[in-house]
């Protein structure tokens, strides 16, 4: 039996650097640890927009316990970064869907369900 596939995460395009790290320590000396777009989503809507998780969790097309998992590796990861001088490299994922690629297919796949009556 196979796992049922992942579902299509809203990420808002992050157009950030990659890599956060302590000042004067070289990238090489530190330990690096990996922060998903996703993570940085859920951390973005729910502390910098002030939305609350179930919000959030529409936002994104995920449920809310999702949306809790996010936001507790990602705070985790962060603080952990902070306290422990490590560095943080953001980085994508294949279940990441920008909004408008993703509304333009739902567009395409209405109209032919309208078109030929499929319901």
């Not at 995460?9 to 777009?37: I, N, W």
């Not at 809790?68 to 590796?73: I, K």
């Not at 920008?98 to 297919?105: G, K």
Request: aromatic letters at 8%; proline letters at 6%.
């Amino acid at each position: 039996m196979t796992p049922r596939p992942r579902k299509w995460r809203f990420c808002h395009p992050f157009r950030g650097d990659t890599y956060y790290k302590p000042r004067a320590v070289p990238l090489s000396a530190l330990e690096v640890l990996k922060l998903g777009h996703d993570e940085i989503e859920a951390m973005r809507l729910c502390d910098h927009e002030e939305m609350d998780q179930e919000e959030a969790a529409r936002r994104m097309n995920i449920s809310r316990g999702t949306v809790q998992r996010l936001l507790y590796s990602g705070r985790k990861k962060v603080i952990e970064a902070i306290t422990m001088s490590k560095a943080l490299q953001i980085e994508g994922g294949e279940h990441i869907v920008p909004p408008q690629r993703f509304i333009q297919r739902m567009q395409r796949r209405l109209r032919h369900r309208f078109r030929y009556g499929r319901r």
